[in-house]
């Protein structure tokens, strides 16, 4: 399938990711923030006092069978909020430890993964990240480089929930290959916006 755009080595497709993955190559890793079904975009008070409220892409979570299929397009996978899908219990899971301090927000999230490795944690206060919020479940740029970092010799990389394109922005940062998918065009036209201003910035990771 061709892609709707392509800036450097990523490829972005507007659309539903269980009509465009299966036409997609296979990736060394599937990194991932999928919907969890909690209705953030209405219960989040910080996502809509910051204008991102309503819509209905967080009112269920992908069903199991969209999760497996996801999860078997990569070597491996990383899916942040694994948790609420049902999948296999695993040893390896990735926490984002958010330093709370009391607040009144989570005081971590996890990823569920497939990879044979001990549990890792990620230290980072989400305050003023990558310079201002731009989707109600955004992660940092720094975590997916971090964990894309964790996996060495990976160099193709997919993210079927795109979002606002953070894993993207990582890949484009890091020299991979990505193939990112979103459904939403507000957030698909934030995640170009951003893996342009990426390659414009010229940043390898180093």
């Known amino acids: 399938m061709k892609p709707t755009e392509t800036i450097g ?4 497709y507007l659309g539903d ?5 299966p036409s997609l190559p296979k990736v060394d890793l599937v990194l991932t923030d999928p919907p969890y079904g909690i ?3 209405k219960s989040n008070r910080i996502a809509v006092s910051r204008g991102m409220g309503g819509g209905e892409w967080d009112s269920a979570p992908p069903d199991f069978e969209t999760i497996s299929s996801v999860v078997a397009h990569g070597e491996k996978a990383i899916l942040w909020g694994g948790n609420y899908f049902g999948l296999p219990a695993t040893r390896c899971i990735f926490v984002w430890d958010k330093e709370n301090e009391g607040r009144d927000f989570a005081d971590l999230e996890m990823a569920w993964s497939n990879i044979d490795a001990v ?3 990620f230290r980072m206060r989400p305050m003023n990240m990558d310079g201002g919020k731009e989707h109600p479940t955004q992660k940092p740029i720094r975590l997916m480089e971090w964990c894309i970092d964790k996996r060495k010799n990976t160099e193709t ?16 940062n890091m020299g991979k ?7 939403e ?6 995640a170009l916006r951003r893996i342009e201003a990426a390659y414009a910035q010229g940043r390898l990771f180093a």
């Open 185 to 190: 065009p507000k957030y698909f036209d934030i």
């Open 17 to 21: 990711c269980r009509e465009i993955l």
């Open 157 to 172: 990389i997919a993210d079927p929930f795109m979002g606002s394109g953070t894993t993207g922005v990582a890949c484009a």
């Open 9 to 12: 080595n990523c490829h972005l």
């Open 39 to 41: 209705d953030i975009t």
């Open 177 to 183: 290959t990505f193939y990112g998918i979103e459904r």
């Open 119 to 121: 549990a890792r944690i």
